[in-house]
Every structure is written in C-alpha cells, then in structure tokens.
C-alpha cells in the first residue's frame, strides 16, 4: 500500500514502516481483491501497483496467477519476498517510482491498485497509463479510501487531495474500459497495524474491450 501525505513520505518513509516488527497491513489479502479474485483471468499475469510487503501479490500467487508487484520500498518487497518464500510460491518485485514505471502495452491480465494514494499528477499518470496496459479482456481492480476517511482517522494519508472518488477515477483513466463495479461505501477495514476499523472507501472494477 502506498499513501503519501507530502514529499517526505517517499522510499525513506515506507522504508522506515516497512522496517518495523510484522507487517504493517499484515499479511492476509485485502477483503475487496479476495471477494474479487474470480474475475480475474485464471492463470493470468497481474501487476500489483504499490505492492509493500507483499500480501495481495502473495495471495495472488497461490491461486496461480503469475504476480509482479511493484513498490518504491526495497525494504518491503524484502519482505514480500520472504512471504512469498514462507508460501511456497514465486512473485517477481520490482523497485520503482509508479511517478517513472512504465506498465507496457497489453502486457497484464490484471493490473490491482488496493490503498495505493499517489499524489495528483502521479495518479492521473498511472491511470491514464491502464487501459493501454492491459490485454484485452483484462481486469484494472481498486480499493483506496475515498476524503470521507480523514475524520475515521483508521487509516490512510491524512490529505484529501492524496484519496480517491468514482468521479476521479472516471475523470483520470483514460478509455477502453467497461464499470462492473463501482461503489463508494464505509466498510470495517482492519489490516495489520496502520489500518484499524471502518473504512470509507471506493471500490472499483473494470474490463478492458
């Protein structure tokens, strides 16, 4: 997961969180991706943006997907790798910037955003850069808070320009996908240390054509 509050919550931050005792969001998969995860191409290959410690890409992975996640923390694609080890199965990391990675053409089954707050521009950069990413057919999979989380104060950057909407998220990808499923809700979102009760969140997914 990545959130951002301002420029100095970069690698060094999530390094430092990363670097903790345990798992910050601990290590079973988000709720949303596993109530999810049979619209997902089988076998397919996914980008998990944002990935931290690994434990959507490791869930992913053991039901045969081939997994690459990627994340601006070494220290925690560390740790997704150690999982990954501890689970028998293989996801390939990758360190980098989402402000600089390149997702490729038609490269991804699907591409799995959960948490993952970019500031503005980089998000709109990410976005954009979807559609194009996957292959026909493939799958873009979000949750990340939406401002109506600040008060919950249970997690996620404490900026609201950092969160997402279903009108953000229509404005900023960029076309060739079709909505099956898109909803703004407040669900209990508990997940290791850092994300600790009801949630308000968007969830969203959609098909490339």
Known sequence: SLEQPSSTMGPEFWNGRYGEEGFAYGTEPNDFLAERVDALPPHGRVLCLA?????????LAERGFKVTGVDSSEVGLQKARNLAKQRGVEVETVVADLAHYGMGDA???????????????????????????????????????????????TGGPPVPELMYSLDV???????GLVEEHAQELVRPVVEGTYHTGNGAVVQYVARSV
């Not at 500031?119 to 990410?126: I, L, M, S, Y």
């Not at 998220?169 to 076309?175: D, H, N, S, T, V």
């Open 107 to 153: 490269q991804w089954d699907a591409i799995i955003g959960v948490f993952c707050h970019m500031p503005p521009p980089v998000r709109a950069r990410v976005l954009a850069s979807i559609p194009r990413a996957l292959k026909p057919g493939g799958i873009f999979l979000l949750e990340a808070y939406t401002p109506a989380q600040i008060p919950l104060k």
């Open 51 to 59: 990935e931290g410690e690994g434990r959507n890409a490791v869930f």
């Open 169 to 175: 998220i229509r404005a900023e990808l960029a076309p």
